[in-house]
């Protein structure tokens, strides 16, 4: 019964506060100008506030510090150190984010935030130390202190702009979190034995916060979160390692976004484009270039995928099984990929052969 007050009272302030922060966010955009471009990559046809990532880290920050003060067991000793750089780790990239949305930094600036940022959660412990061997079911042996950094900012670095690439369509990054911190709760609330009762209240706080968000930026949104896309990757990079180096979970209910990321920065070198310039050319974007599909069903689609897997890792313990299964995601997405790009490209010569492509405008 303890357990299940503690849910609700997490889950709930941090949707409370979230919900109460948005129409302060989308007023100080549009006071301070901190709003989208018409017609930018998004290309939507009026200007929108981008400062709603703000409801986002407040909601996250108010349900974790509530979820100190629940009368619950706690085992991990350094919880505390390490709660410590999440939050302080998530405010720095949050501020990252808005000076971002104010001032366009240049990528040069964001990569060196990021590393900074990941050396904050490095410093209060939050790092990898280990993984379970698909092969064998048995974690590996500790690596050096070498090997664990470099990897815990490769991981970090990863899984900020994998989801700042998401944000691109409406309800598409902050839905696809959401089941990722859903999955994140249901594992270290129920399926790790003996549950990690308040390791799981944290990712529940920021699905409380996210679904807050995802009210107002569902299609047709009414805001964007912005740089706090950052925030988000971030967060989510952090808790997969504070719930147990669940980097597996994430992995395959992330599946699709980190191999359009791959994919795209293996684009952009080949055509000999800058590989941090954005463009166009990710899945969703191409998907709603094809006019076959709406925002809405591109955000649904997604999240049918990213559940499917994401329940796949709650109803299996085999490390095998979820090896095979992220490999037969990743086969699949490279089909689609390549299915989708046919696409594109016949709907470019259709357009280019269209008799109304070719007339002149008048003088």
């Not at 979820?67 to 949050?94: H, K, M, N, T, Y």
């Not at 079911?137 to 490769?154: C, E, I, K, R, Y």
Request: charged share 10%.
């Amino acid at each position: 019964m303890l357990r299940l007050f503690a849910f609700v009272i997490v889950f709930n302030t941090a949707l409370a506060a979230a919900l109460a922060v948005i129409p302060i966010a989308q007023f100080l955009s549009f006071r301070f100008g901190v709003i989208s471009v018409p017609g930018g990559r998004r290309q939507e046809p009026i200007p929108m506030p981008k400062l709603g990532g703000v409801a986002i880290f407040i909601g996250f920050a108010l349900g974790i510090l509530v979820a100190q003060f629940v009368p619950i067991e706690r085992s991990d000793e350094l919880e505390i150190l390490r709660l410590s750089g999440l939050i302080l780790g998530g405010l720095v990239v949050f501020l990252l984010g808005v000076l971002d949305d104010v001032f366009d930094l240049n990528y040069v600036h964001i990569f060196i935030g990021q590393i900074l940022t990941s050396a904050i959660a490095i410093a209060f412990q939050i790092f990898i130390e280990f993984f379970n061997n698909p092969f064998t079911g048995l974690q590996t042996d500790p690596w050096s202190p070498v090997v664990t950094v470099a990897l815990t900012l490769f991981w970090l670095v990863l899984m900020m702009n994998t989801v700042n690439l998401l944000d691109g369509s409406d309800g598409l990054a902050g839905g696809i979190a959401l089941i990722a911190g859903i999955v994140l709760f249901l594992n270290s609330a129920f399926r790790q034995q003996p549950p990690q009762t308040s390791v799981s209240l944290l990712p529940l706080a920021l699905t409380g916060s996210l679904l807050g968000f995802l009210i107002h930026n569902f299609y047709p949104a009414r805001v964007y979160m912005g740089g706090s896309a950052w925030f988000l990757g971030y967060a989510l990079g952090t808790l997969s390692i504070i719930g147990g180096a669940k980097m597996a979970t994430i992995l395959l209910v992330m599946g699709l976004p980190l191999m359009d990321l791959g994919w795209q920065l293996v684009n952009r070198l080949r055509h000999g484009s800058n590989p941090f310039q954005g463009d166009r050319g990710h899945l969703h974007f191409r998907l709603l270039d094809t006019g076959i599909f709406t925002p809405r069903q591109v955000a649904l689609g997604y999240y049918a995928i990213c559940a499917l897997f994401g329940f796949l890792t709650l109803v299996t313990t085999s490390q095998m099984f979820k090896f095979i299964a992220f490999a037969v995601m990743l086969s699949c997405i490279a089909i689609g990929f390549v299915f989708i790009g046919r696409l594109s490209a016949l709907r470019e010569d259709y357009t280019r052969s269209s008799p109304d492509s070719s007339s002149s405008a008048a003088p």
